[in-house]
């Protein structure tokens, strides 16, 4: 990467630098961009909140992979993925994107084994699984790395950071971007903040690949990393990119409600795993002609309303009863769970945040609606429609994540070799955000203490009104609650370089929810993970 001289601005340094394709994520997604970028030989920079591929939502996963594998052996077909696809987001899917998914999955797959990602196996062939909404077994699943059930992803992201690393990516890490340049209507850069250090960055770019998806952050209880808070929605938005489908948000059925914390997988349903209420009860029936095979968003809202309605556990939670489920297919298939809880066959779970459907809107070759950004991953809307089958979600990542970086290398203009001065950036970002900064600016990281009490007035909004069961009257108290917030926000003065670090990532925190709260007001009827308790 050119790094071009630097200035300071208010005490902080301002760094400008060029690149050809710049990333923004460090996930899979990301990566996969990276790599497919820098494989067709040009100069790739990847921005990153934290250390690439070793933090975000990757690392958290439970590497469950969906593909139409070995078709003979599970009487499958590209045609069923995708009828499957469909069926699960309600039809509202992008069925060009579905397409690409279901027909691309075993090359993607083929792919992350050639960059040194390891699969689970069965004797010499892939261990396939089922899981709830797919009709045939189509669940791989990616090992090694970490033995820890909270970092099995580094299996997916340490093999392609190593790769990307080894093609010459250069890795910009603990870096918040807080606004995408625009020059003549295309996207040309970004700008963002160092964690580590009272610093400005600006990167000037011939493309730009927006990979940070994911909105956890927004909410009290979620299964993604702290600081996923929704970022590349706001990004995009500000950047006049279009967005949809941004009230489906997927709440994960089956989160453990005391230590140790873990996602449990809706796999093992297929195996014979049962939802009980604190009555014994198994309730699924009522809700579901599938049961315990029904899709995530039926699963999350039938825990929801079994514990809202008294037949929760004292913590808050329902438990999935393993006792059906043969030991040597969970000692086999699910050794995570069987060691984090021993071998018990109850486990106490509640539904968490866990995946946003909707986002950026994309072509099959990733470009959103604004010239010089592509956009890949959980960023990206349209894939998964109304609600997300398992598995989906990381075949996506590395699928579309490989389109995204090869698409806007293909695509890629001459990055203009410029310094944008002090005075224009402060202007600009002035305008972004409202308000800047003070001559009195301290360049010290700590922060006062009224930021976390912003964050967790909107996270529990978010959570009471935005969450699985949704009104009318929760979507206005929702509204009126980031009104007060985004105001408090506006008068609180920065006095140190990590209030100003709080104040860029909660605004943008306050768009995104914004976007969402619109989102599910406007779509006044129930369908899939969007249920309106009114209608």
């Known amino acids: ?36 970028a820098a494989g067709k030989g040009l100069k790739v920079s990847l921005v990153s909140k934290g250390k690439a591929g070793r933090s975000g939502n990757t690392v958290l996963t439970q590497n469950n992979i969906s593909v139409v594998w070995d078709g003979l052996r599970t009487d499958d077909s590209v045609e069923r993925f995708i009828e499957d696809t469909l069926t699960g987001g309600g039809n509202l899917n992008d069925r060009d994107l579905v397409q690409a998914l279901a027909t691309e999955a075993l090359e993607a797959i083929t792919w992350l084994m050639e960059q040194g990602v390891q699969f689970q196996k069965d004797k010499d062939d892939l261990l396939i699984k089922g899981s709830p909404g797919h009709s045939r077994f189509r669940i791989v699943r990616a090992v090694g790395v970490s033995k820890s059930p909270h970092t099995m992803g580094l299996g997916l992201s340490v093999p392609l950071a190593d790769r990307a690393k080894a093609l010459g990516v250069e890795f910009m890490e603990n870096i918040v971007i807080i606004s995408l340049l625009l020059d003549s209507g295309r996207v040309c850069g970004a700008i963002g903040l160092d964690k580590k250090e009272a610093a400005v960055c600006i990167v000037h770019a011939g493309s730009v690949v927006l990979a940070g998806g994911g909105a956890g952050g927004l909410f009290q209880l979620s299964t993604n990393a702290r600081d996923v808070c929704g970022d590349s929605y706001a990004l995009g938005y500000q950047a006049g990119a279009t967005l949809r489908d941004m009230e489906f948000i997927q709440f994960h059925p089956a989160v453990t409600v005391a230590t140790p914390r873990l996602v449990i997988s809706t796999s093992p349903f297929a195996d014979g795993a049962v939802l009980r209420n604190r009555l014994g009860e198994a309730y699924m029936v009522r809700y579901s002609p599938q049961a315990d095979m029904a899709t995530r968003d039926v699963m999350a809202r039938a825990n929801f309303k079994e514990i809202a ?32 809880f021993q071998g018990a066959k109850m486990i106490e779970v509640a539904p968490a945040q866990h995946f946003m459907l909707g986002g950026i809107v994309i072509d099959p070759q990733c470009r959103s609606t604004v010239p010089g950004l592509w956009v890949c991953g959980e960023a990206a809307g349209g894939l998964h429609g109304a609600n997300r089958l398992a598995g989906n979600a990381l075949t996506e990542a590395a699928l579309f994540g490989r389109r995204a970086g090869r698409w806007a290398a293909a695509e890629c203009v001459q990055p203009k070799s410029r310094v944008l001065s002090r005075l224009f950036m402060e202007e600009f970002l002035e305008t972004r955000f409202g308000q800047w900064v003070s001559t009195e600016l301290s360049l010290s990281l700590e922060v006062s203490s009224s930021w976390s009490e912003t964050q967790q007035d909107l996270k529990c909004s978010m959570g009471l009104y935005v969450g699985v069961i949704r009104s009318k009257k929760g979507l206005q108290q929702a509204k009126a609650d980031l009104s007060n917030i985004a105001d408090r926000l506006n008068s609180q003065p920065l006095r140190t370089y990590g209030d100003l670090l709080q104040y860029c990532q909660q605004k943008m925190m306050v768009i995104t929810s914004n976007l969402i709260v619109d989102a599910a007001w406007q779509r006044s009827t129930s369908i899939g993970s969007h249920y309106r308790e009114d209608r």
């Open 1 to 36: 990467m050119d790094k071009h001289p630097y200035e300071r601005t208010d005490g902080m340094e301002l760094h400008q630098f060029s690149t050809d394709v710049l990333i923004i994520g460090g996930g899979l997604a990301g990566l996969s961009a990276a790599v497919e």
């Open 309 to 340: 309605e008294g037949r929760g556990t004292d913590r808050g939670g329902v438990y999935v009863d393993f006792s059906a489920v043969p030991v040597e297919v969970m000692t086999k298939n699910y050794q995570d769970i069987w060691t984090a």
